[in-house]
Structure formats: structure tokens, C-alpha cells
């Protein structure tokens, strides 16, 4: 009997053992995993900063562009505005040149392609550091929540306010009849009744209040994106 209760003792013990290295076991693969999975996850992780960095930098050169390209254009609206303020002597072929170009602008949109990516497929979670979380979704809210709404209204009143400028250009036979292709009146041109046109002085207004619309929004998109290329780098250097 005595014997009997050695034996199953003893079984007992072999079977604890085999229980507390059967758990440790499969803690130690738990264990394994997970430090495969977290390794996974940076190296993700970091792939995705990366392209939201690339992202970023393109916005930037985008926005610069359209900055510069803006320049002559932007000019020429400020031209036009100070010729209806000034009494100063306007050749007709300026007023045309400042006509044809003061219409032009370029208004880009960031890039937004990874961002996008990340949070419609909920790997956003894999960006550890909840700032950089709330800034990438803050950078894409205030643009589309913000800037596109009004960027949409204020394109839509440049539109207008040059197309008045060109129809009050026309009244006073500024153009050619084949400047942008349609035909105008073939009246003989009048300088100085055209500059001293109330509705041609008050859309040229409109017009460059627009572009200097225009720029801030340029400014103001290249400056955000600026600011969070910089943080995520800050984060990708600390790793």
C-alpha cells in the first residue's frame, strides 16, 4: 500500500512537471511570436512613415511649383488693379497681355494616397505614437473638412469675376476678336473708358482678392505639410 503510494505520488509529480514545462512551453512560443509579430509590426510600422514622408515631401514640391508658376499670373491681376487705381498711361498691348494671363492659377491637392490607405484598412493602429495617429488624421480632416470647401468657392468666384473683367475688357474693344476664341466686338479700342469702368474696377478687385486666396491656401497646405514630414521624421530618427 505503502509502495502503491509512492508510485502515484511520484506520477503525480511526473505529470506536474510535464503540465509546468507543457506551459512553458507554449508561453515561451506565445513569448516567440510575439517578438516575431512586434518585429513584424515595426518594420511595417517604419515602411509606412517612410511613404507618408515621401507623401509629404511630393506635397511640398507640388505646392512650391504651383507657388512659382503663380508668380507672372498673380502679377499681372495686381497690374491690372493698380491701372484702374493710377492715372497712369496704359499701352493697349499691356492691357491685353495682363488680360490673357491674369486668368491663370494652379491649385494643387496633397497627397494623400498612403494616409488614405492607412486608415481605411485600419493600419493605422500600427502607428504606435498616438500624436503622430491624430495629426495624420487632423492633417486630412482640416483639408477636406476645411480647404477644399473653400478652395471649390473661391476658384468657382475667380472664374466669375475674370469672366466680367474679360466681357467689360470686350464692351471697349480691348481684345482682338480672336484673343481666346470667341468672337468680340469690333469697336475701336478705349483704354481709358475701360479703366474707368466701375464693373471692370470692382471685378479686378474680386479677381485678385481670389489669387491672394489662392496663396494662402498654397502656403498654408506646403506649411502643414511641412510640419508633420518634420514630426514623422523626428519619429523615425528616434527609432
Known sequence: MRATRLLLGMKWQYALGEVILIVIGVTAALAVDEWRENIENTNVEAAFLNQLVADLQETENVFAKAVAVSVVPDDAARKLLRAFENDELVELETIRQILSISGRYSNPIPRFET?????????????????????IIR???????????????????????????????????????????????????????????IEAHSATTKLLNTRRWFALYKEGIGAEATRLRQLLERRISAD
Do not use: C
Open 115 to 135: 494616409a488614405d490607405s492607412l486608415i481605411s484598412s485600419g493600419n493605422l493602429r500600427l502607428i504606435r505614437d498616438p500624436t503622430i495617429r491624430s495629426e
Open 139 to 197: 492633417f486630412l480632416n482640416d483639408y477636406r473638412d476645411g480647404w477644399v470647401v473653400q478652395l471649390s468657392q473661391m476658384e468657382a468666384e475667380h472664374r466669375i469675376a475674370y469672366r466680367q473683367v474679360l466681357d467689360r475688357a470686350a464692351v471697349y474693344g480691348i481684345f482682338r476678336e480672336d484673343v481666346d476664341g470667341i468672337a468680340r466686338r469690333k469697336s475701336a479700342p478705349d483704354i481709358d473708358a475701360f479703366l474707368a469702368d
